[in-house]
């Protein structure tokens, strides 16, 4: 599911690439084909993106990135114009070699200044867009483009609070700033399943994350669960490179719970998609019920019975618990992977 998303977003990303270079193509040479302008722009455009996404030169692209800003902008410039003069060569030399352009090697192979400064705007709006969605999150992003939450809309939601166990005692012993480093590299572990599971983190609060699907969208497939379970698997699976990083693999709890909510864009200055109501309130304490129940993750019987579970997934009834804020008791249920129910029952009996 993550292979699709990646291979669907370069997909559109290279024909909104493409699609430049035919534009450009279209308003200096009219008389050329349009895949001509179309393939210079991929060969040129490109690189670039995949150099953003440091999967090529990434210990080039980290030393750029934390340059100060004029020595930044300098040497981005810089780097733009090497990696698209390598392409524009490549992509001149592939054409006059196949015979579909007249022209010396010298006008096909060589970097005019127009053509850089075209792909370079074209390039920062397309890595700036791409931030702006990584930075708001994919939901977020498109709903304040669309305008969807203008006016408050009812709606129904998954609600997943995970939050990071011993936090304070690594401060004290580690320091804010590799505190921080480590949260950091903790909320980074978890976009990966998220994103494959098609929920959005909504916000990390403190060292929590809210994270979010449309109703629908989160039942389907169990995907609410399955991510947290990914997430705490794909974590174990690196715990080498966790302990030889910050010296501690990192322990979590996760609470879900769903229900009606009503979703607004709020903020004058500064906007924002936010949630009200009980269900996103309930969601967040029983997730403290978590330490007092002694359990990793917890889900309520309300969203346990609207969903098919996975077969490897455990159910374990905890009964009705009393919610602060909550007239009515919740009805708990906690989730276990049967190799880490096998593991709980061994640490009780050792």
Request: proline share 3%; charged share 20%.
């Amino acid at each position: 599911m993550g292979i699709l998303h990646s291979m669907r977003t370069w997909l559109l990303s290279s024909l909104l690439v493409a699609s430049t270079g035919v534009i450009y193509g279209v308003m200096f040479f009219p008389q050329a084909p349009m895949y001509i302008g179309a393939i210079f722009a991929l060969f040129c455009g490109m690189p670039l993106l995949v150099f953003e996404r440091r999967m090529i030169l990434p210990r080039l692209n980290v030393w750029v990135h934390r340059l100060p800003t004029p020595a930044f902008i300098l040497s981005s410039l810089i780097v733009d114009f090497l990696l698209m003069s390598v392409g524009y060569a490549m992509a001149g030399s592939l054409l006059k070699l196949l015979g579909l352009v007249d022209g010396s090697w010298e006008d096909l192979t060589l970097l005019k200044f127009d053509v850089y400064l075209y792909a370079v705007l074209v390039t920062a709006v397309i890595i700036f867009v791409g931030r702006v969605r990584e930075l708001l999150g994919r939901d977020v992003f498109l709903s304040l483009l669309t305008g969807r939450y203008r006016n408050p809309t009812q709606e129904e939601r998954v609600f997943l609070f995970i939050d990071l166990v011993g936090s304070t005692a690594f401060a004290e012993e580690h320091g804010d700033l590799k505190t921080q480093a480590f949260l950091g590299a903790v909320f980074a572990a978890m976009a990966e399943p998220v994103r494959r599971h098609k929920g959005a983190i909504d916000d990390y609060i403190g060292d929590a994350a809210l994270i979010t699907w449309p109703l629908r969208r989160g039942l389907k497939n169990a995907n609410c669960v399955r991510c947290v379970f990914n997430i705490l698997n794909d974590i174990e699976a690196n715990a080498e490179t966790w302990l030889k990083s910050y010296g501690r693999v990192p322990r979590l709890r996760a609470a879900l719970h769903g229900g009606s909510i009503v979703t607004a864009e709020i903020g004058v200055d500064h906007h924002k998609i936010a949630y009200f109501g009980d269900t996103v309130n309930t969601a967040a304490r029983l997730e403290t019920l978590c330490k007092t129940l002694e359990r990793q993750v917890l889900i309520s019987s309300d969203l346990a019975a609207r969903l098919d579970l996975p077969e490897a997934i455990i159910k374990e009834e905890l009964g009705e618990h009393a919610v602060r804020g909550r007239d009515q008791h919740l009805g708990v249920i906690a989730l276990h992977t049967q190799d880490r129910q096998a593991l709980k029952a061994a640490n009780g009996r050792s």
